[in-house]
């Protein structure tokens, strides 16, 4: 196909919170056309998915509320709006709730498609704000039916401006990844029974839980470790706490990884411990590799997904 589209993607980071079937969508799309990837918040180092020259960073603070984001990054609207121009934009795909409000509100007349995680929303002044930027996209992808019902009858967006595209899982590329090496600093780690969590290390992911439920464990079970995959706003202050009860040689986070798949093959448990989640990705890459979960009701899909035939209240 002739390289005529000039396609923008909006991503947080190029971290480790997404499945790898959308870095491998975001892949295929580079094949096709001319794509610059703006991406909010991290740093310019190496990533096998992306040509380096193809990556914009806009070095943004992702810990803010939703609420206070577009008001504190006015000047990143901005940018993001000349960036558009300047690379002749003629549609702009984002993925995430913050980088969908930023890619509506950096308009340039190109078509916006948003890529939807969320089923619902906490407050009602929040609601009212999103469902304000959602009814200004051209196209809203979601990956299950509930989310389509819930934004045509909660937000009273168009069901014909909604597609489903439901979960697809790189099983192949998943088991590539599975099966390369973890290093030698690691594998003495992983003689024991290693419990996994995986994700952004925020506020709403809830991991200082898990590191104080992980040293309950400790004090009655020797031959466990506790591996938590990501990096965020909160790495000091959970390093601060794991340092605070001695727990350094029993618990590791590593923060800057492309292949989480690695480690949750060789782990025996993968736990969620958020409080708030928009996507059921790490659960499913999880799920990739056969291993058991054990989640907070956190989120509709992921009950429904984790206990289909049961109701289960979200808590």
């Known amino acids: ?49 992306f040509d380096k020259e193809n990556l914009i960073f806009l070095n943004l603070d992702l810990s803010n509320s939703i609420l206070t984001f577009p008001i504190n990054y006015y000047n990143n609207i901005n940018e993001l709006k000349d960036l558009k121009r300047r690379y002749r934009i003629n549609k702009s795909l984002s993925f995430g709730k913050k980088a969908n409000i930023l890619n509506v509100l950096s308009n340039v007349n190109e078509k916006i498609i948003l890529n939807v995680n969320e089923s619902h929303d906490d407050t009602f002044v929040l609601e009212k704000f999103v469902k304000r930027i959602y009814k200004k996209a051209d196209r809203i992808v979601v990956d299950s039916k509930n989310k389509k019902a819930f934004l045509s009858n ?60 992980f040293f309950r464990i400790k004090e009655k079970k020797d031959g466990v470790k506790l591996l938590i995959l990501g990096d965020g706003p909160l790495y000091k202050k959970l390093d601060e706490l794991i340092k605070s009860m001695n727990m350094e040689n029993d618990i590791k986070i590593i923060k800057e990884f492309s292949n989480p798949y690695k480690y949750l093959i060789r782990a025996d448990i993968f736990v969620l411990s ?39 209240q979200r808590i």
């Open 1 to 49: 196909m002739e390289k005529k589209l000039n396609l923008g993607i909006i991503v947080p980071n190029l971290d480790n919170g997404r499945l790898l079937s959308e870095k491998l969508l975001i892949k295929q799309l580079a094949d096709n056309y001319n794509i610059k990837i703006f991406v909010l918040s991290g740093s310019n180092k190496e990533n096998e998915y």
């Open 154 to 213: 909660d937000y009273k967006i168009d069901k014909k401006n909604i597609a489903v595209i439901e979960d697809i899982l790189p099983i192949d590329e998943i088991s590539e990844k599975a099966a390369e090496d973890i290093g030698e600093d690691l594998e003495d780690f992983f003689k024991n029974k290693v419990i996994v969590n995986y994700g952004e290390l925020t506020e709403d992911k809830g991991q200082w839980h898990l590191i104080k439920a």
């Open 274 to 312: 958020s409080h708030q989640e928009y996507s059921k990705a790490n659960v499913l890459d999880a799920m990739a590799c056969a291993r058991p979960v054990i989640s907070t009701t956190c989120m509709d899909e992921i009950i429904n997904l984790l206990s289909p035939k049961n109701y289960v």
